[in-house]
Nanobody
Framework: VQLQASGGGLVQAGGSMRLSCAASGLTISRYNMAWFRQGPGKDREFVSA????????YYGDSVQGRFVASRDNAKNTVYLQMNDLKPEDTAVYFC???????????????????WGQGTQVTVSS
């Protein structure tokens, strides 16, 4: 199983960026797929998740209304559209896959079985 995250980089505050996570070795439509992030000196933080069935999405409080998670089952890829970026969004962003697909655990990093390598997002003020 491999999750390949891409799309990170440097952006000015107020800008937008889209992250991608291409999966191989698993079928994303059977997994809850999530994004987490870890900023400098901070704990890993839940960003968003998209359920395996129905595509329902969930967001952390700090990104609600600014970020949008989506997936393309045909491409076996999930996306994170990030809008109105702020310096506090600076972090390494990780995608993850949960094969148990338990809704009640969707925000817990411990629930996820597979992780990508992370992609750096830096937002300048």
């Amino acid at each position: 199983v491999q999750l390949q995250a891409s799309g990170g980089g440097l952006v000015q505050a107020g800008g937008s960026m889209r992250l991608s996570c291409a999966a191989s070795g698993l079928t994303i439509s059977r997994y809850n797929m999530a994004w987490f992030r870890q900023g400098p000196g901070k704990d890993r933080e839940f960003v968003s998740a998209i359920r395996h069935n129905g595509g329902f999405t969930y967001y952390g409080d700090s990104v609600q209304g600014r970020f949008v998670a989506s997936r393309d089952n045909a491409k076996n890829t999930v996306y994170l559209q990030m809008n109105d970026l702020k310096p506090e969004d600076t972090a390494v962003y990780f995608c993850a896959a949960d094969r148990s697909a338990i809704l009640s655990q969707i925000r817990r990093s411990e629930q996820y079985d597979y992780w990508g390598q992370g992609t750096q997002v830096t937002v300048s003020s």
